[in-house]
């Protein structure tokens, strides 16, 4: 009883970021094949899995880039589609699958043209 008590007094007190990073990383861990974001590195190609914490248009001269930020709940990742608008079901929220190969821009992750998976939305 004390143990359940225990439980539920440190979830009270712990923030709401953390139980999502954990309840995130925990997803990534169960599946096969995925890597943490957190230990991925230059050049290396990776699929990861992760929740879309914003999507945003950014044109440029020459070229429209949509950019979304994959976040698994130990880093996240950039991932940037160049010639790209929109794409349909790419929305904040929605947890999403992707493989590529990881960069870096400006000291952040990046995955340019991105294979993805969008996977079923949970209630």
């Not at 997803?27 to 945003?56: K, M, N």
Request: proline share 4%; glycine share 8%.
């Amino acid at each position: 009883m004390s143990t359940s008590i225990g439980r539920w007094l440190k979830r009270l007190a712990t923030e709401d970021s953390e139980i999502e990073a954990t309840k995130l990383s925990s997803e990534v861990t169960a599946a096969v094949g995925v890597t943490h974001v957190g230990s991925c590195c230059q050049g290396e190609r990776v699929t990861i899995l992760g929740r879309l914490r914003f999507v945003d248009l950014r044109p440029t001269d020459a070229l429209a880039t949509l950019v979304a930020e994959l976040w698994d709940g130990t880093d996240a990742v950039q991932l940037v589609w160049l010639g790209r608008r929109s794409i349909p079901g790419v929305e904040p929220g929605r947890t999403l699958k992707a493989r590529g190969r990881i960069a870096y821009r400006d000291g952040h992750k990046v995955m340019y043209n991105p294979d993805y998976e969008l996977l079923p939305v949970h209630a």
